[in-house]
């Protein structure tokens, strides 16, 4: 048996055709899974009743089990699944005026232990295969309705690049116009910069959006807080993205959580100035969110204010993010953490 969600439009074409069905066969059932939302083969009127028990015999429906919901003050929503082997990942639902971006994890912890990230804590269990990435948008779709998901953003557990096939498996599926059909500047991925990997999306040209967990503009100071930058140097990742920007049309956006006494220095803000002026970009400013698992301080609002006047004298495009669901624990991993 196949989970149905683990398989592309052009995929299911290509089963249905070897089994002499008609070519229209896929539009009608991803329409019923990804527009009706209808987890019954046989509830799917408009397909031949041998149609029907072909599918119902060799495909089946995997969903998540939610095992908690936290609403934050500020209304960000905090979802914790149950997977079938136990394991559990989080999602996150940012509503922000007529946008609702949902966080989207896609590994069960993550192998790259970043000195600020609590998903990297525990170490890597595995990847999560393209219907538990899909399953986290249609069981919060599921849970918030009538609302719906507006933008998708690759940056829950994991690195997204690490689990490369079944990311862009589920990004075809988001994307193919006779299901969810979400736009490609609507989804995003963020990356610690895995250089072949962005060569490769570079390659596949799907016109989705890249970001990039900078943090520093400096390599030196960057290895400290994201070990992976040893192996994949940031001048390295820089060029890689250069070429993202060229083919993409598209900048790229730089996060940059600022803490104190480690990258929130005036020579910090110039350093990334320069960087901004090499590569067509946008920067995010996040100040640290203090957490249990880090001795890491937020900037003070002086400090904030020193960095921001530095890059706005510079011409820098530039956004200040304050951190979303700090009474629900909603720092990538940290729901997860607990449970553990
Ligand atoms: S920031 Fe991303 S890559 Fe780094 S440990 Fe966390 S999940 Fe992994």
Redesign the pocket.
């Known amino acids: 048996m196949i989970d149905i969600k683990s398989l592309t439009r052009e995929d299911l074409e290509k089963i249905l055709f070897k089994e002499g069905f008609p070519k229209f066969s896929p539009i009608q059932v991803f329409t019923w899974i990804y527009r009706k939302r209808v987890e019954d083969f046989s509830k799917m009127t408009d397909l031949s009743k041998k149609l029907r028990k072909y599918l119902s015999e060799n495909f089946y429906f995997s969903r998540l089990e939610l095992k908690e919901r936290k609403i934050s003050l500020d209304t960000t929503e905090k979802f914790l699944f149950k997977l079938k082997d136990n394991s559990l990942i989080e999602t996150v639902l940012i509503p922000e005026g007529k946008r609702n971006t949902l966080c989207i994890s896609t590994?069960v912890g993550?192998?790259?232990?970043?000195k600020?990230?609590?998903?990297?804590l525990r170490g890597f269990k595995r990847n999560l295969e393209a219907p538990e990435i899909i399953n986290q948008f249609l069981e919060v779709e599921d849970l918030i309705s009538p609302e719906k998901i507006t933008n998708i953003v690759f940056?829950?557990?994991?690195?997204p690049l690490?689990n490369f096939e079944n990311l862009i498996r589920a990004i075809k599926i988001f994307m193919d116009n006779k299901g969810i059909y979400l736009g490609k500047r609507k989804i995003c991925i963020?990356?610690?910069g895995i250089t072949p990997k962005i060569k490769k999306l570079i390659e596949l040209s799907l016109g989705v959006k890249l970001s990039l967990?900078l943090h520093s503009a400096i390599s030196e100071k960057r290895t400290k807080i994201?070990p992976?930058d040893k192996k994949y140097p940031l001048s390295e990742v820089l060029t890689a993205l250069g070429e993202f920007v060229k083919k993409e049309k598209f900048p790229v956006t730089f996060e940059y959580i600022l803490i104190k006494g480690f990258n929130s220095s005036r020579e910090d803000a110039q350093e990334l100035v320069n960087l901004s002026k090499k590569i067509k970009c946008k920067i995010n400013l996040i100040p640290y969110n203090p957490s249990p698992y880090f001795d890491w301080q937020p900037p003070s609002e002086q400090e904030v204010g020193d960095f921001k006047k530095i890059l706005k004298k510079e011409g820098v495009f530039f956004t200040l993010r304050r951190p979303r669901g700090k009474d629900i624990e909603a720092a990538?991993?940290q729901l997860r953490a607990r449970f553990l």
């Open positions: 590994q993550c192998k790259y232990k970043c600020f990230c609590v998903s990297g940056m829950g557990i994991g690195e690490d963020s990356t610690v967990s994201i992976v990538c991993g």
